[in-house]
Every structure is written in C-alpha cells, then in structure tokens.
C-alpha cells in the first residue's frame, strides 16, 4: 500500500511493483533552527530557481527544521543537482525502493534460519 495525502486527507493506494519508471529519491536538506536560517534557506532554494521549494514538505512549523521532497531521477548526481551548492554538504539523498510481499516472506525465511 502506498500512502499519500490528497486534500488534507491520508488515501491508502495498492502498491503495483514495477509502477515507477526511474529510481525514486528522499531528498532531506536539514537548515538551522533560528526562524533565520528557515528564511535564508527558502531564500536560497528559491532563488535556485528548483522545484525543491514549491514541492518540498517542511518540518518548521513543528520544530523539525529540515525540507523533504521526492523525486524520480535518473540518478543520485541528478538529485544532487537539485540543491543549491552551498547546501549540498548538508544534504541526504536516499535512493528509494519498495518490498513485495513475496520479498518480505522471503526474507522472514531468512531471518529464521
């Protein structure tokens, strides 16, 4: 299943392996706590001219200050090209994969042997 929030309200969608095309990543740019550092950072993603702030998810406003977006890409490099440069020292980027049923089973098996 796969979760995702549609007008404010959490819908439970079937997961259908193979239905990403490209690899997905977790982008996590974490900045200061001050309401500064939230500010200069917006600023700097903004005037990046990325997607990122537009589409980003922010943890500010509940103390956690760090910016999350996903994305399909082609690869690692291209997430990172997505952060301002001064920013990318900071930054997390995690290639994202999903396990069918069939693979968790397998690997319970494992786990038990």
């Known amino acids: 299943m796969e979760c995702t929030l549609a007008a404010g309200h959490i819908r439970v969608q079937p997961f259908n392996e193979g239905s990403y095309s490209m690899p997905r990543y977790l982008i996590e740019l974490p900045h200061g706590d001050e309401r500064v550092a939230c500010i200069r950072s917006l600023h700097a993603i903004d005037e990046f001219g990325s997607h990122f702030v537009t589409h980003a998810d922010w943890g500010c406003d509940d103390g956690v200050h760090c910016a ?7 690869s690692r490099e291209d997430a990172m090209h997505l952060i301002p440069r001064d920013m ?7 290639q994202l994969n999903k396990f069918t049923r069939e693979e ?6 494992e786990l038990e042997a």
Request: hydrophobic letters at 65%; a negative charge.
């Open 88 to 94: 990318r020292q900071d930054a997390r980027i995690v």
């Open 104 to 109: 968790i089973a397998t690997l319970i098996l």
């Open 68 to 74: 999350w977006l996903i994305a399909e890409l082609d």
